[in-house]
């Protein structure tokens, strides 16, 4: 059985090497969300992470930098352990490319090998980015709600009920509050997130308690906004449903997933205060 990069001591490598990907299975953490491989999921998405150190040579050896995003689809059977994609990215420090198509050619091949399904990249020169600039997400800020929580609890979807008495809306909330560990290494990941839906109102005090509530668990980006999906879809019922969540960077890499059951549209890759 290959060991999990995560967690290891791990030498970088100074030459090309897309042996170091490693693929973590989607299928496990989704049976544990009663979701069976032979169904169809309740939700499309994608996994959208930015590289904030990817560099390479041209074809007469001077180093260039850029930044990348890569699109990993939601229905790809494999996810990408972060480590090896950092591990991966380092290879191709002291590798030529003739422009920069040969680079993303080889990033999308590489990368859609282990993910199981065609990923999209975009590589983008830092000033390119710096023109875009940042946006908080928009929405109802949770984190005004003057409550008391026992931040040792874990989460609990029994917290997530509507307001009975109101009929259908469309309203969008969002927290800064998000965090859970990284389930090998225990390190603190932090997000905000973005819960968009129609039906009844979800009742935001307790939203906003099983938000808080995964910051003891152990598990990876992806897997806590599908769980959260999950849970807020079963618990409150809504006839619409996205769920969209972005990380703060570790080791120049950051993962946003997004979930929706309905033909939204991808979310713009804007990057927020934190990032």
Same mark, same amino acid.
């Given at each position: 059985?290959?060991?999990?990069?995560?967690? *290891?001591?791990?030498?970088? !490598?100074?030459?090309?090497?897309?042996?170091?990907?490693?693929? @973590?299975?989607?299928?496990?953490?989704?049976?544990? $969300?009663?979701?069976?491989? +032979?169904?169809?999921?309740?939700?499309?998405?994608?996994?959208?992470?930015?590289?904030?150190? $990817?560099?390479?040579? +041209?074809?007469?050896?001077?180093? &260039?930098?850029?930044? /990348?995003?890569?699109?990993? !689809?939601?229905?790809?059977?494999?996810?990408?352990?972060?480590?090896?994609?950092?591990?991966? $990215?380092?290879?191709? +420090?002291?590798?030529?490319?003739?422009?920069?198509?040969? $680079?993303?050619?080889?990033?999308?091949?590489?990368?859609?090998?282990?993910?199981?399904?065609?990923?999209?990249?975009?590589?983008?020169?830092?000033?390119?980015? /710096?023109?875009?600039?940042? *946006?908080?997400?928009?929405?109802?800020?949770?984190?005004?709600?003057?409550?008391?929580?026992?931040?040792?609890?874990?989460?609990?979807?029994?917290?997530?009920?509507?307001?009975?008495?109101?009929?259908?809306?469309?309203?969008?909330?969002?927290?800064?509050?998000?965090?859970?560990?990284?389930?090998?290494?225990? &390190? !603190?990941?932090?997000?905000?997130?973005?819960?968009?839906?129609?039906?009844?109102? @979800?009742? #935001?005090?307790?939203?906003?308690?099983?938000?808080?509530?995964?910051?003891?668990?152990?598990?990876?980006?992806?897997?806590?906004?599908?769980?959260?999906?999950?849970?807020?879809?079963?618990?409150?019922?809504? #006839?619409?449903?996205?769920?969209?969540?972005?990380?703060?960077?570790?080791?120049?890499?950051? @993962? +946003?997933?997004?979930?929706?059951?309905?033909?939204? !549209?991808?979310?713009?890759?804007?990057?927020?205060?934190?990032?």
């Amino acid at each position: 059985m290959t060991t999990l990069p995560l967690g *290891q001591q791990s030498a970088y !490598p100074d030459q090309y090497d897309p042996s170091v990907l490693f693929p @973590i299975s989607r299928a496990e953490n989704r049976l544990k $969300l009663k979701l069976l491989e +032979n169904q169809t999921l309740p939700f499309v998405g994608v996994d959208i992470w930015n590289a904030f150190e $990817l560099s390479w040579l +041209n074809s007469k050896g001077k180093p &260039q930098i850029a930044l /990348a995003e890569f699109q990993v !689809p939601a229905d790809s059977p494999n996810m990408i352990e972060s480590k090896s994609f950092k591990l991966y $990215l380092n290879s191709l +420090n002291n590798v030529r490319f003739e422009d920069e198509s040969a $680079l993303r050619e080889t990033l999308i091949t590489d990368l859609s090998r282990v993910a199981g399904s065609k990923i999209a990249t975009r590589i983008f020169l830092p000033e390119t980015i /710096a023109k875009k600039g940042m *946006q908080e997400m928009s929405g109802v800020l949770m984190d005004r709600l003057d409550i008391e929580i026992d931040p040792s609890l874990a989460a609990d979807s029994t917290l997530l009920e509507v307001n009975a008495d109101f009929g259908p809306i469309e309203q969008c909330l969002v927290s800064h509050l998000l965090k859970s560990n990284c389930p090998v290494t225990g &390190q !603190p990941d932090w997000a905000s997130i973005q819960i968009r839906y129609q039906g009844r109102p @979800i009742l #935001e005090e307790g939203l906003l308690r099983y938000l808080i509530g995964f910051r003891q668990l152990g598990e990876f980006h992806e897997h806590c906004v599908e769980t959260i999906f999950t849970d807020i879809k079963r618990q409150c019922k809504p #006839e619409k449903l996205s769920v969209y969540a972005r990380y703060t960077r570790r080791g120049g890499l950051d @993962i +946003n997933p997004f979930r929706t059951d309905h033909n939204a !549209p991808w979310p713009e890759n804007t990057r927020h205060a934190r990032q």
